[in-house]
């Protein structure tokens, strides 16, 4: 059974005393492999609680108030998406951080598609719409917040963004989402592509291969690309190869080296785990950015760069 609003604010309320203070003791600086996005940047004094890119992925706005709590105009965006949190200290209101990005998004060249505050937005279920970053990396009080779309089309592509800024013990916290709209890239290689590789270069890359934001959890969509390896190996039994994590050159050396290797043992283990190819048969390792294919100064050369090499011994 849903509780009343009148029960909701209170334990939003104690919620937010328990986990809002080991937050901000422990957030200092941006969290790791963060980045603003080009063109828009922060609220001077902010730091990015949370920071999430998806080359492809489902993202959904609000273009209009709610109506009787319910969306009344939410498009499905496909597309690139990018989430980053921001939290500032107090000091500034949510109107002036909420300002301050719409300035800066119109300069940009955005158009709005919905300006309101919490009452006019539609209240907590108008909130409870929202795709926020978890807590304690975005914090949303349905009781008190401002929200904003925009949208623009650009060089033949089209592009929307959504800002919510609210407020939590004191603390301003502002989330920015990028919507860039575009088809879903085929990044299948099957096995019969990797024996031509292996066998021509000594080498083959892969981008099916999918993993959560810094860490090295191997996503479901990343199945079929997994299965044509196992495929390629079952099919040779006398095949050994070194899986190789390849990532951008954002983010230290030292943890982009680390995060390369322990997404290759991932790989590693889950074809032996799954696929029941013998350990053995595969070695890993993970050089950061050492190796790369294209430029670390454009979005396009780092999508290259973040890979998985299959090479051949």
Known sequence: MALPHAIIKPLLVLLAFLLAPAAALAQTRDVAGSKDFPGIGRFAGSVISGHQVKNFDVARMQAAPFKDGKP???????GRITRIAYRTSPGPSIVEVS???????TKAG?????????EACGGIPFTEAIEALPIPQMWVDGFNYHYFSVHKRENGREIYASVVVSENNRDIYAQLTIAELGAIENKMVDATVMEKGLRETGRVALYGIYFDTDKAIIRPESRPTLEQIAKLLASQVALSVFIVGHTDSQGPYTYNLDLSRRRAEAIAEELVKTYHIGAPRLRTAGVAHLSPVGSNASEAGRALNRRVELVAP
């Open 72 to 78: 009344s105009d939410t498009p499905r965006l496909e």
């Open 99 to 105: 300002r301050n990005f719409e300035t800066q998004l």
């Open 110 to 118: 955005f158009e709005t598609l919905l300006s309101c505050d919490t």
